[in-house]
């Protein structure tokens, strides 16, 4: 009954004071929280939603004695089963519907009501107030407003923070370059490889002493983040971790400290599994104030370390490391979640191809390269280009439209019949943008034996 008191007195603080409630409440008090928060959440699931009610009778889980994560022993819930039937989990009426690339190419359908979107805009806000945003702020919202959650969320959170806004949505970045100084902006939001994008063009045309960029949904390069401070005179970089079945982000910057972020570890239960001997592990989480489709236990593929020692900030609880990379094939990159099935598709119906292939993901500079590596006998270079552009185009045009703003470079590598493939298994996707040893020296290996490299 404390703890239902608790949560009403927490729903009905304004951002400004729940900020502040997080930088005082003690370790201690959180964790007290976390833990009624998380009994009630699998006892409500355990009663209202098919698939846990199902899964903890064939598990032999008594949801009325689960007290800790430990308690539910190997039981965890998969992207996988949330894309086959995501209606199963539903344990009250929803009020819309987002969606989440999976890498078996089904994309996984998250629902919310109206009162968790509200709710997850006023932790939002919160956070983004922790990493410096204040009341009076002018803000552009350059996330991205289709089927994914980035654009409404921040929204939500910008109007529960009371700041002045613009819902730009995912737009050529020069149409923001243009409107910074007619509507005085200060901060602006969005994808670290459009906002790239954005200060490549500041560095041409001219700058604004903007206060603060905010990134999400894919990793900053760290060498970009000086640049983008000189270039912006002395804006602050910083960047959220979410995703859409997180809904809230679970991992903020106030803070200087680029190498992770501080979680909300009130409103998520994060554990890791399969921890290695540096301490890495797969994070695994549960949504403490979900309703309508809560998450128990949810494997996000993500690999990082979480830390328990005080940061030298003084805001209090968890940190989490950047994260190390993924456990399956997925790569977050080009301004969007990218997967082995994806280009398998868009390479089917081009002519020539023999159907070895390897996507090989870099940085030049501050400009991500996205590299199709292709074996082909075709000397017919510009039809092929064409040809391969317009299976993209036709099956995923968001891609192209990232594109054609200019926030990646595609490129075209040909190679001999039998050069892509070295032994039985091939790692059909690389990401190369910041890593070194044998993956890269692959990759080099792989560069020189190409026949033509092409941009598309």
Same mark, same amino acid.
């Given at each position: 009954?404390?703890?239902?008191? %608790? ?6 603080? =304004? ?34 939603? &098919? ?27 998969? &992207? ?14 929803? =009020?819309?519907?987002?969606? =989440? ?23 939002? !806000?919160?956070?983004?107030?922790? #990493? ?9 919202? *350059? ?16 109007? =529960? ?27 602006? #939001? $969005? ?17 604004? &002493? ?5 990134? *999400? ?16 005179? $002395?804006?602050?970089? +910083? ?14 910057? &106030? ?33 403490? +104030? @979900? ?11 993500? %690999? ?5 020692? !005080? ?14 990379? +993924? ?36 940085? /030049? ?6 590299? #199709? ?7 017919? #270079? /510009? ?20 594109? *054609?703003? $200019?926030?990646? /470079?595609? @490129? ?5 019949? $039998? ?15 910041? *890593? ?16 033509? /490299?092409?941009?598309?």
């Amino acid at each position: 009954m404390i703890w239902s008191t %608790v949560d009403k007195a927490i729903d009905g603080l =304004s951002p400004q004071n729940l900020s502040r409630l997080y930088r005082l409440t003690p370790p201690w008090l959180v964790d007290r929280i976390r833990i009624a928060r998380f009994r009630k959440t699998v006892r409500w699931a355990a009663r209202q939603s &098919p698939f846990y009610r199902e899964a903890f009778a064939k598990s032999k889980i008594d949801a009325d004695r689960v007290h800790h994560p430990r308690d539910l022993g190997d039981f965890f819930t998969t &992207p996988d089963e949330v894309a086959a039937d995501p209606e199963k989990f539903l344990c009250a009426k929803p =009020s819309i519907v987002f969606e =989440s690339s999976g890498t078996s190419g089904k994309n996984k359908k998250i629902f919310y009501s109206r009162r968790e979107i509200d709710q997850m805009g006023q932790i939002m !806000a919160a956070g983004i107030m922790l #990493m410096g945003v204040a009341p009076d702020d002018r803000v552009a919202n *350059a996330f991205d407003f289709s089927m994914w959650i980035p654009g409404m969320l921040t929204h939500s959170a910008l109007m =529960s923070g009371g700041q002045f806004c613009m819902a730009f949505g995912k737009v050529d970045p020069i149409e923001v370059y243009r409107r910074l100084e007619t509507y005085r902006f200060n901060v602006v #939001m $969005g994808e670290p490889t459009w906002l790239i994008r954005l200060t490549e063009i500041a560095e041409r045309e001219g700058s604004l &002493p903007l206060k603060l960029l905010m990134g *999400a949904a894919e990793e900053m390069p760290p060498n970009a983040i000086p640049w983008m401070e000189k270039v912006w005179q $002395g804006a602050k970089v +910083r960047m959220c971790y979410g995703s859409v079945e997180q809904g809230s982000a679970i991992g903020y910057q &106030p803070c200087d400290q680029f190498d992770g972020y501080h979680v909300d570890d009130s409103d998520f239960y994060p554990e890791l599994m399969d921890i290695d001997s540096d301490g890495y592990g797969e994070l695994v989480y549960t949504t403490l +104030r @979900r309703r309508v489709m809560p998450l128990i236990r949810y494997r996000s593929r993500d %690999v990082t370390k979480l830390l328990d020692d !005080a940061c030298s900030c003084g805001v209090p609880g968890k940190r989490m490391h950047r994260l190390r990379g +993924r456990r399956d094939e997925l790569v977050v990159a080009s301004g969007g979640n990218l997967y082995p099935l994806m280009f398998e598709s868009i390479f089917k119906p081009v002519r020539g191809l023999t159907g070895e292939w390897q996507i090989i993901f870099r940085l /030049e500079g501050m400009r991500e390269i996205l590299e #199709m590596n292709v074996e082909t006998d075709r000397l017919d #270079m /510009e039809s092929l280009e064409k040809e391969i552009h317009r299976s993209c185009t036709e099956q995923y045009p968001d891609l192209m439209k990232n594109l *054609a703003l $200019g926030i990646f /470079e595609m @490129r075209l590598v040909t190679h001999p019949q $039998g050069s892509i493939r070295k032994g039985r298994k091939i790692r059909r996707m690389l990401d190369l943008r910041y *890593a070194s040893g044998t993956e890269a020296e692959h990759a080099r290996v792989l560069s020189n034996s190409s026949e033509v /490299e092409h941009v598309i």
